[in-house]
């Protein structure tokens, strides 16, 4: 078209019909198509799996943590007898202040080897495993009797007899030893260890408290005599 007013004109009325039709195509492009009931059923059920799905999970995740630690714990049984033991070892301690009288003899180390000899003649052979536990049993020991195995008023006792290089399993005996399985479930509730060693664990445990229990005549105090007044200065120096 020859460039005059009048097509100038006509183009610009074009221009115009053109912006509107383009913009209400546009309009419609940009709605979303009706969605059809199975679209819509097909969303509903992505939100619904989700954020709910998402808090699922976490609360999931934390059950199976708390199951997992509770299936980890040990479980020991003391037998009767020994179970007397610890109530008279509470008893002299805290209600008459008696002590055990140290250093014991037998003391742990002698306890322990005892054992491995006792098993080794009934298995017919020395195991390895046997002789692991036993060794696991004395570290336990040393480091837990400053920390959760003492009574307030043995501490003075303890600093007595250990220090510098002294371990406390050659200076203590069976009557603390046995605290230590009393402790041992705790201790062990979170030891990262496979489902299936920690119940030949649990077995090996409980046949060593059987064997504290057949010997418990020659392995355990039946009196206390050391008292906290005779053994330190004072009830004021427990620390």
Not at 91 to 100: G, I, P
């Amino acid at each position: 078209m020859k460039h005059t007013e009048e097509n100038v004109m006509k183009q610009q009325a074009l221009d115009r019909k053109l912006g509107v039709d383009r913009s209400s195509k546009s309009g419609r492009s940009s709605q979303s198509k009706p969605k059809s009931s199975a679209d819509v059923k097909a969303d509903k059920e992505d939100q619904k799996n989700t954020a709910p799905k998402g808090r699922k999970r976490k609360i999931d995740s934390g059950v199976e943590k708390d199951n997992s630690s509770v299936e980890k714990l040990v479980k020991i049984q003391v037998p009767s007898t020994l179970k007397k033991h610890l109530v008279d070892d509470w008893d002299f301690v805290t209600q008459q202040d008696k002590l055990v009288k140290l250093p014991r003899s037998p003391n742990v180390d002698d306890i322990l080897t005892k054992y491995l000899e006792y098993r080794s003649k009934k298995d017919g052979i020395m195991t390895d495993s046997v002789g692991e536990i036993l060794k696991g049993i004395r570290c336990y020991f040393d480091k837990a009797l400053p920390v959760m195995l003492l009574y307030k008023n043995e501490r003075q006792q303890y600093h007595k007899f250990v220090h510098d290089d002294v371990s406390p399993s050659t200076i203590y005996g069976a009557e603390h030893l046995l605290r230590l399985f009393v402790k041992f479930p705790e201790l062990l509730a979170y030891v990262n260890i496979g489902e299936e060693t920690l119940t030949r664990l649990q077995q090996k445990l409980m046949d060593f408290l059987n064997f504290l229990q057949k010997n418990q005549s020659t392995l355990f105090l039946s009196a206390y005599e050391g008292s906290r007044v005779s053994e330190g200065k004072g009830k004021g120096n427990d620390e």
